[in-house]
């Protein structure tokens, strides 16, 4: 028995079509990150943080939807940081996932599922430069600039 097949032409499936434009939606859980981003930055004002910066990543990766990057100005400020940050969140009824970094002091991650806060040294800080990874804005203008 002789089984027939088919022509497909190469090029029926070649054809361009209009490519749908993806608006910029809010990530679903929107109302559970606000109360938690406002959580932690009473956190960071109460001690201190310097130059903190809250990132919208949700349009970038999966991980999570908020990058909150602060400096502290010692490893025990940065410690003393991210245990606040832990100790306001649990009051809150939010849960760490995670705390990575604490026993050094020089960059604590504290990961809370939809929000991820690094706390760093300032020179730490320099050298990784996560605001130009994530900050999709400042990479622009940094290319723009060069």
Do not use: C
Request: glycine residues 4%; proline residues 3%.
């Amino acid at each position: 028995m002789v089984v027939k097949r088919a022509k497909t032409s190469r090029r029926a499936g070649t054809r361009k079509t209009a490519a749908k434009k993806k608006t910029a939606a809010p990530p679903a859980n929107v109302s559970r990150i606000r109360p938690l981003v406002q959580v932690v930055e009473g956190a960071l004002d109460e001690m201190k943080a310097v130059n903190v910066r809250v990132l919208d990543v949700h349009k970038l990766t999966d991980i999570a939807d908020t990058m909150i990057i602060a400096s502290g100005n010692s490893d025990r400020h940065v410690r003393s940081i991210a245990d606040r940050i832990v100790e306001h969140a649990k009051k809150a009824g939010f849960r760490p996932m995670g705390v990575e970094g604490e026993r050094d002091g020089e960059w604590v991650l504290v990961d809370l599922q939809d929000i991820i806060v690094h706390i760093m040294l300032p020179r730490v800080r320099e050298f990784y430069r996560l605001e130009n990874l994530w900050d999709v804005s400042a990479a622009r203008r940094e290319a723009a600039s060069v």
